[in-house]
């Protein structure tokens, strides 16, 4: 019975031990932390802009583009930092319905800038800044 109660002993010290020092290898990865941004495809005021143009968001994190006022809209990349594909990020499908969606997940680090095709010219451009 000695020899049982030793044994029990130390796997009762081992166990906590061992998930005390594994732990945080399983909270690390937990995808829960990425974050997403909403960018408003025309102003709430009617403008022809943006809202908001600028944002910085974490690396991973996603970026959604909801339509809102005066359609069509769409959103193309002019730049992206080196390693990512400016075309492939583009969504060049025009969005008509109020409420029409579409999102980009960004990890690499930089500034990408993006456009309106069809508003280009009245100043439909955002800069978003991942960290």
């Not at 995808?31 to 802009?49: Q, R, V, W």
């Not at 990890?107 to 800038?113: K, R, S, V």
Request: charged share 20%.
């Amino acid at each position: 019975m000695n020899v049982f109660a030793k044994v029990f002993k130390r796997i009762a010290l081992l166990v906590p031990a061992a998930m005390l020092i594994l732990s945080p290898l399983f909270m690390s990865a937990s995808p829960a932390l990425a974050g997403e941004t909403t960018i408003k495809m025309g102003a709430d005021n009617g403008m022809l802009a943006f809202q908001p143009s600028q944002v910085e968001i974490s690396a991973g994190d996603t970026v959604k583009w909801e339509n809102n006022k005066l359609a069509p809209h769409n959103v193309v990349f002019e730049k992206a930092p080196a390693g990512e594909d400016a075309e492939k990020l583009s969504h060049k499908a025009l969005a008509f319905s109020p409420g029409e969606t579409f999102s980009a997940t960004l990890d690499t680090p930089g500034e990408y800038t993006f456009y309106c095709e069809p508003h280009r010219g009245a100043g439909m451009v955002g800069t978003i800044t991942v960290k």
